[in-house]
């Protein structure tokens, strides 16, 4: 059955108003995408870099109270990788490198906190809960036949809710959860694409049907 409202009937003010809804609603995730891609990467290497349990074992800790600093192998690669800049020739504003943390390279553990994790999955679920809502409500609109409509929709909240709970996964349980989180995005991602060119082909493309 066909949807009483057609996106190819409505008057040139309304699709105007739909295709920059549309248009902003796309250019908001992608600056979410980049913003994401910027601050912590998008490979599950990277996502797990970041989310994952970096904190200290006992062995690690035990040395760290004792000595102050947890024993590595050295080798002279390490120098000849630095393109050959002897340690002995930098001062201390070359040896701080930017955003170094000095606090936390003595400690070792640069864990996300729990509270920030907790905060990051609130305002993203409810957030983005209102996002997928417009998209979702889009989608709806359009004349895809019914059983194409729920299974987006479902993609939609899913994802979401797959890529929030996998990043708790991945701090909680193991890093290997990052590989859920890039999956769940990507699924986001193509519904997103996929009703946002459907929505702007039925506004501009597609011909009108008339009852008779």
Known sequence: MMNAVSFARLSPSWKLLVTGFVIVLGSGYLA??????????????????????KSLTSAEASAIEKQGFVE??????????????SMEGMDHSQMDMPGMD???AASGDDTLPPQILAQVSHVHLLSFS????AMGGLLCLTQLTESIKALLVSLLFLGLWGDIMSLNLVR???GSFAYLTVAMGTIIGL???????RVLWELWLMKPKYEN
């Not at 995408?33 to 970041?50: C, E, K, R, T, W």
């Not at 209102?130 to 809502?133: P, V």
């Open 32 to 53: 979410a995408v980049f913003n994401a891609a910027l601050s912590v990467g998008m490979n599950p290497q990277a996502i797990a870099d970041h989310y994952g349990d």
């Open 191 to 197: 519904c997103f694409a996929f009703i946002s060119l």
């Open 102 to 104: 000095h606090g936390s």
């Open 72 to 85: 590595e192998e050295f080798s002279f690669d390490d120098e000849a990788d630095m393109g050959g800049m």
């Open 172 to 174: 909680f349980v193991s």
């Open 130 to 133: 209102l996002l997928l809502l």
